[in-house]
């Protein structure tokens, strides 16, 4: 079963760094920057398959607006394998998303070896205010 999803995976991943080779882009961008919230797609590794991230980088004071959380909260990184789809969502604690912001998030994601499905806070809680 699983090499059947990797193959069909695999599949995306060509077609999707295939678009990107045509474009000339490491990363699509979906929404205009700067920008409190942010769609993009781009290419990273889960568990060590190639895949095709579904992403939306916030602020931690958009994603604040529409959902419950700490007085102060931290930043943090969802993973979900959803419909076929990794989708990722990542708050930072900024106070807009543009292009250096955008560009160091993919890095981070690409660098971390040990991501997984689910939900992870990380850093110290502090205000961007």
């Not at 079963?1 to 999707?16: H, S």
């Not at 678009?19 to 882009?25: C, S």
């Not at 543009?98 to 205000?127: C, F, N, W």
Request: some cysteine.
């Amino acid at each position: 079963m699983n090499e059947i999803v990797t193959g069909k995976n695999m599949v995306e991943v060509n077609r999707f760094r295939h678009k990107l080779e045509m474009r000339e882009e490491s990363f699509i961008l979906e929404s205009e920057i700067p920008a409190e919230k942010v769609y993009l797609q781009f290419e990273g590794v889960l568990e060590g398959v190639a895949v095709v991230w579904h992403a939306c980088v916030q602020t931690v004071k958009e994603y604040s607006k529409n959902s419950l959380v700490d007085e102060d909260p931290k930043q943090f990184i969802n993973i979900e394998k959803k419909d076929g789809l990794y989708k990722l969502e990542v708050a930072l604690n900024i106070k807009q998303i543009d292009q250096p912001a955008l560009e160091r998030t993919i890095i981070m994601i690409r660098k971390y070896k040990r991501l997984s499905v689910g939900y992870h806070e990380y850093g110290p809680r502090s205000k961007t205010e």
